[in-house]
């Protein structure tokens, strides 16, 4: 896959799809920019071959309908803060206006166009709407890893209609990083798997069990494996319908001589409320009407012992409710054990980010990924669209 360094974008007009999906207050103030900040790598080198750069992005989920709220108005002021240059913001992606203020553009300008999701043809992958944006530009790169796993038409479609497409830098690094943690690894390697759903997480289970050394279970969905080993986990959160399921990859795991770790005592509530009435158990002693909610201590050792001598770890999933004090123990637990460890250390998924910079450890990871379902699609063995289009091209 060429990235963008491969390209001669000199004084070109390139069009640069980005994740710029930041997270908002009430008043439409950005919360955190790590988002707009992963891209400037890219945008930067754009800079300084003095391109017409052209970012497009989503926000939020506006179902093909204008909502100011989720404009990008606030990310183009944030933007040209963060790059000291003025970043104008277009009314639309395609159009007449937005087609003249592209041809006014002057060698290193920057240009960011409306929400891609204020039209419904972005995530129908509509083939005449990526031809539209595709006639803004002569050069495509694609810089959005987080939305990678998506068939859209700013992220596959708009490929058909360039002569030149390429990856950015930080779409080059997250699939360099995963390519290093699970195709050819430094071993043992680890899987540390948590969340709420197995069902979410089943085919990335089933693959990484054919390629780590050892697998931690732990959140929500270790509760699942537990009760189809026959342990009473009174209240808590269990997907019966996969009970079945979770013995099957239990014995994949023994057959295949992989060392699989699940929770051996828990904090559990009498109901899913911070101020909830809490406790330390062991699994085989949950009370029929309380919840697991968190990893126990003696669970936080058996897990820190399991890494010790791991070489590569990759966690996707916090270990509990860690958003609530009374449970964010565990989870607080992994972040520090993992971030001290000497290991190559991977870190995708949403919740998982949140605790990683929570804990105030994230510069002690190796790699903290942008994408949760891009990820995850990657942890399941399959490839990404977003990124086959660029391959195939």
């Known amino acids: 896959m060429r990235n963008i360094r491969d390209l001669d974008i000199r004084e070109k007009k390139v069009l640069i799809r980005v994740d710029f999906n930041v997270p908002m207050d009430d008043q439409g103030n950005i919360t955190d920019d790590i988002r ?25 989920r506006p179902k093909g309908q204008r909502q100011d ?17 003025e970043v104008k913001i ?17 060698p290193g300008d920057v240009l960011i166009l409306e929400n891609l999701r204020f039209h419904s043809e972005e995530q129908q992958n509509d083939r005449e709407f990526s031809k539209q944006l595709a006639g803004l530009a002569e050069i495509y790169i694609n810089d959005a890893f987080a939305v990678a796993h998506r068939a859209h038409a700013s992220v596959v479609g708009v490929v058909e209609f360039f002569d030149q497409c390429a990856a950015g830098f930080l779409l080059q690094k997250e699939m360099d990083y995963f390519n290093r943690s699970v195709s050819e690894p430094r071993r043992p390697l680890v899987a540390v798997v948590g969340g709420a759903k197995v069902s979410s997480k089943l085919g990335a289970l089933r693959n990484m069990l054919d390629r780590v050394d050892k697998m931690i279970v732990g959140g929500a969905m270790a509760n699942t494996f537990l009760k189809s080993m026959g342990y009473e986990v009174g209240k808590s959160k269990v997907e019966d319908d996969l009970l079945e399921t979770a013995t099957e990859l239990l014995i994949k795991s023994k057959n295949q001589g992989v060392k699989l770790y699940l929770p051996v ?7 899913f409320d911070p101020e909830a009435e809490t406790k330390r158990t062991t699994i085989q002693e949950v009370p029929g009407d309380w919840m697991i909610l968190d990893i126990g201590p003696a669970t936080t050792l058996l897990f820190s012992e399991a890494l010790e001598d791991a070489k590569t770890i990759i966690w996707n999933g916090p270990m509990g409710a860690f958003e609530m004090d009374a449970f964010s123990r565990g989870t607080m637990a992994m972040v520090e054990r993992i971030a001290s460890s000497h290991a190559l250390t991977i870190v995708g998924g949403g919740d998982t980010d949140v605790a990683v910079h929570k804990a105030g450890e994230s510069n002690n990871i190796s790699y903290i990924s942008t994408g949760g379902g891009a990820f995850l699609m990657l942890m399941e063995g399959k490839t990404l669209p977003g990124v086959e289009a660029l391959e195939k091209h």
């Not at 707009?36 to 939020?60: F, W, Y």
């Not at 639309?92 to 087609?99: N, Y």
């Not at 005592?265 to 109901?271: E, F, L, N, S, T």
Request: glycine share 4%.
């Open 36 to 60: 707009i900040r992963g891209v400037l790598p890219t945008i930067n080198h754009a800079l300084d071959e003095q391109a017409k750069i052209i970012i497009c992005s989503h926000m939020g």
């Open 69 to 85: 709220k989720l404009s990008l108005a606030p990310v183009a002021k944030r933007l040209s803060r963060l790059i000291s240059k």
């Open 90 to 106: 277009a009314p639309d992606c395609i159009g007449d206006e937005v087609k003249k203020m592209v041809e006014a553009m002057q």
């Open 265 to 271: 005592d828990c904090i559990v509530a009498d109901r």
